[in-house]
């Protein structure tokens, strides 16, 4: 999924924070794909990364058959059920819950199968549960304290290394940690020519205020997850809570795993973790015509080639007096075709009051993007929103006769100020 936004309000820009929220706004090109916790976590079992082990179910029955298994493989008794949504803060939600004995399993099982999860990341509209991990309980009682940590591996754009970021406050908000307490977040850079160093482990282990037993895991742990980040090509692993037992494990009890989109053609078997039915169906749909496109909240759809044009094109829309209804972004072939899959995408929002094409022609000629738009509105029929098409480049002039010759109801700009003072005209301002 691609987001590129404003980058005034950036975290990542900002202070490095891993993007936990989904409807954070962010500027680049970071193209990552989410998988569940579940799977995270598989992923990193493989890699010797220790984890809250659990078994995924889909119905009360298979949830109970899931704690049986636990408790033979593992003599857990106790188990929590947690929901599986590409989001966190399930917990809060009440999308995680203990259960002590069968009865409550099923009880809970039933309970969160089904439900609309409603969770600081969801948004209001919330997100259907269709699975649960049943996971055996870490947090039993114990020679000493169980204790909480945050940790992630991300790429720090400022340096473009990756780096691990970590603190002793675990298991809760993070940008909470980090608007309150910036200095209990620790970060450690890591260099691509060696890698993770074995001092650097030992480092991050003291810092989180560890000896003994603890310690020696600890060091594995973060050996083994920075191990696993690498070769799986990840854009971002989030483990929080990262948990130290009261028998002194290091374990994984929750898994963000999000891998780099453009590096998925290495990694197959992860590429078939895609849980389409997570993502915004609209930019599936683009997705598979090659387009990219974020929806957003305003109410001028645009269709731009080039990201870089699509960001100017949403602040001209802004200057006009307009909001951006989404972003989308052609690509380089913007021919009928895309143009007709962009018009079906934009026309599915109903927020839409106008349309703004912008398209600069490069490679491709103007004339030929006129055809295209001019062959998509007669093909779609009625379009009930004003078009505005600014085409700049290769035979714009040839171009803007065409739509102007072509009897629809579509105005042609050829300067960016021209194609601006019509959005506003339009809109009514
Ligand atoms: P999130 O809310 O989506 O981040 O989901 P987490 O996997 O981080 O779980 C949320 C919270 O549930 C954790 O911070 C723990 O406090 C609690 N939790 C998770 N696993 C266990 C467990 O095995 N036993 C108990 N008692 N609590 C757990
Ligand atoms: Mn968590």
Redesign the pocket.
């Known amino acids: 999924m691609i987001r590129y936004l404003a980058c005034q309000n950036c975290r990542l820009h900002n202070n490095n924070l891993p993007l936990t929220n989904k409807k954070t706004t962010f500027t680049g090109n970071i193209e990552s794909m989410n998988i569940h ?1 579940y799977q995270g976590k598989e992923i990193l079992k493989s890699f010797g990364v220790r984890i ?1 082990e659990g078994i995924v179910a889909e119905t009360p029955e298979q949830a109970l058959d899931a704690a049986k298994r636990l408790k033979e493989e593992y003599n857990s008794d ?1 188990v ?1 059920v ?1 929901a599986q949504i590409h989001a ?5 939600g009440g ?2 819950k ?1 259960a002590k004995n069968h009865d409550e399993v099923v009880q809970r099982a039933t309970d969160i199968i089904g439900m609309q999860l409603v ?1 600081p990341q969801t948004g209001p509209e919330g997100k259907k549960v269709n699975k649960v991990l049943v ?5 039993y009682p114990g020679e000493s304290e169980t204790k ?1 940590f945050y940790m992630s591996v991300l790429l720090d754009r400022a340096s473009g290394r990756n780096m691990i970021m970590y603190s002793t406050e675990g ?1 809760m908000d993070i940008e909470e940690v980090a608007e309150k307490t910036p200095h209990l977040i620790f970060k450690e850079e890591i260099d691509p020519k060696v890698g993770l160093q074995g001092f650097q482990a030992r480092k991050i282990a003291f810092n989180l205020g560890l000896s003994g037993a603890a310690q020696k895991d600890m060091i594995k742990f973060v050996a083994a997850l920075y191990k696993a980040y690498d070769a799986i090509d990840a854009s971002m692993f989030e483990i ?2 990262v948990l130290k037992t009261s028998d002194d494990k290091i374990l994984a ?2 898994a963000k795993v999000n891998l780099d989109e453009n590096a998925l053609y290495r990694h197959a078997d992860i590429a078939a973790l895609r849980d389409l039915s997570e993502e915004d169906p609209t930019e599936v749909e683009a997705g598979k015509s090659n387009l990219n496109y974020v929806k957003l909240d305003g109410n001028v759809g645009c269709m731009v080639n080039g990201a870089g044009l699509a960001m100017a094109t949403m602040d001209i829309i802004k200057l006009a007096g307009g909001e951006p209804a989404n972003f989308l972004d052609v690509g380089g072939t913007a021919n009928a075709e895309t143009v007709k899959a962009g018009f079906n995408i934009i026309l599915q929002d109903p927020n839409v009051k106008a349309i703004l094409i912008n398209i600069f022609g490069g490679i491709v000629r103007c004339d030929r993007v006129a055809q295209g738009v001019i062959d998509a509105y007669q093909e779609i029929g009625n379009i009930p929103v004003p078009i505005i098409v600014r085409l700049q480049g290769t035979n714009a002039e040839e171009a803007k006769k065409l739509i102007d010759g072509s009897g629809l109801k579509v105005y042609s700009a050829i300067a960016l100020k021209e194609a601006a003072d019509l959005v506003s005209e339009v809109l009514g301002g």
Do not use: F, H, I, S
């Not at 996971?135 to 947090?139: E, M, N, W």
């Open positions: 916790e809250q106790w929590v947690k966190g803060g399930r917990g809060k999308g995680v203990l969770t996971a055996q309980d870490v947090y909480e298991g929080n809570p009890v929750d």
